[in-house]
């Protein structure tokens, strides 16, 4: 098993910055990558952002290329988003999600609690 636990999230106004950070614990050699994914009020999840656990390949959608950055701390076995000109279609909550094989989190692999992220207009 692997336990995810979020932080970092907040208020902001457009415009402005949060770095989010999740911690990993556990079986965390098992992993393959890691992640974020984001729930806005009334809409389904939607992929934000995945690093490889081991390796440099690293994945967007497209609405938060060039203003978010994924990176990882394999030492400290956390994973950073960071974001940067947030706009208020960035609400949402947004969940760490470490994927078992692939890169890319399914609803079957490990998902933290969620961090609340509020982008005031």
């Known amino acids: 098993q692997v336990q995810l636990v979020e932080s970092g999230g907040g208020l902001v106004q457009a415009g402005g910055s949060l770095r989010l950070s999740c911690a990993a614990s556990g079986r965390t050699f098992s992993l393959y990558g890691l992640g974020w994914s984001r729930q806005a009020p009334g809409k389904g999840r939607e992929f934000v952002a995945a690093?490889?656990?081991?390796?440099?390949?690293?994945y967007y959608t497209e609405s938060v290329k060039g203003r978010f950055t994924i990176s990882r701390d394999n030492a400290k076995n956390t994973v950073y988003l960071q974001m940067n000109n947030l706009k208020p279609d960035d609400t949402a909550i947004y969940y760490c999600a470490a994927a078992r094989s692939g890169i890319i989190a399914g609803p079957n692999d490990y998902w933290g609690q969620g961090t609340q992220v509020t982008v005031a207009s």
């Open positions: 690093i490889r656990w081991r390796g440099d390949d690293t």
